[in-house]
Structures are given as structure tokens and as C-alpha cells.
């Protein structure tokens, strides 16, 4: 084995403080988007659980409305930022969409999230 000039003194340590951040910064990335999947799946079930409310044949707006953000908070307050819950009811369909934005660890980065639940509304119809 050759020896070793003296210029090649310190590049195994140049190359790791210059490779180090650009390693940071992807794992950085990949839990921001598992962060981002985990929030658009805690938005669909959110979602999911105020149109149950709304869709019965009694069931009301508001009702949806508490039963997402009641779902929100047990899940975490922090899994969804500046989060909004729109509720609507016809006499045929109830729809409920919860948007927002996912935590962030990666400054600079926010990833939106919008999940809607749609369901028919329960109710009497008289047979014939």
C-alpha cells in the first residue's frame, strides 16, 4: 500500500461535517412527511366521526362540529394546526371536512391537510 501524501490529512472529517447536515435535513423530511400521513389520517377519522353525528335523523351541525373537535383533542391538539371543521347537513346528505395543517419539524415546510366525510341522513320514510 502506498503511503499517504499529507494533503489527504482531515478529508474523512471534511467530508462528514459537509455530509451531516444534507443527512439531518432527509431524516428530518422523512418524519415530517409520517407526521403529515399521520395528521391527513387523523383528519379522515375525525371527519368520519362527526358525520355520524350529523347524519342521524336528529342530529345537528353543531353536534358534528363538537364531535370532531372532541375527536381532535383526545388525538392530540398538536397532530393538526389551525384546524377548521365545516359542517353541512341537507335533508339528503350530511358532509363534514376538517382541514388544517400538520405539526412541523422542518422549518419553512407546512404541508396542508383537507379530509371530507360524506354520509345520507338518516330519516323516516314511510313505506309505499
Known amino acids: 500500500m502506498p ?8 478529508a474523512a472529517t471534511t467530508e462528514l461535517v459537509m ?15 409520517g407526521l403529515w400521513f399521520h395528521a391527513q389520517h387523523v383528519a ?19 353536534a358534528g362540529r363538537a364531535r370532531a ?15 377548521k371543521v365545516e359542517v353541512g347537513r341537507t335533508p339528503d346528505v350530511a358532509t ?3 382541514s388544517g ?3 412541523n419539524v422542518v422549518p419553512g415546510l407546512r404541508f396542508s391537510i383537507s379530509e371530507e366525510a360524506e ?5 323516516f320514510r314511510p313505506a309505499g
Open 19 to 33: 455530509a451531516t447536515p444534507a443527512l439531518l435535513f432527509l431524516i428530518m423530511l422523512l418524519v415530517q412527511t
Open 96 to 98: 363534514v371536512t376538517v
Open 101 to 103: 395543517f400538520a405539526v
Open 44 to 62: 379522515q377519522a375525525a371527519a368520519q366521526e362527526a358525520v355520524r353525528a350529523v347524519r342521524v335523523e336528529n342530529g345537528t351541525e353543531d
Open 69 to 83: 373537535h372532541d375527536f381532535l383533542d383526545d388525538l392530540g391538539r398538536e397532530i393538526i394546526q389551525n384546524r
Open 3 to 10: 503511503p499517504r501524501g499529507r494533503g489527504d490529512d482531515g
Open 119 to 123: 354520509a345520507p341522513v338518516e330519516r
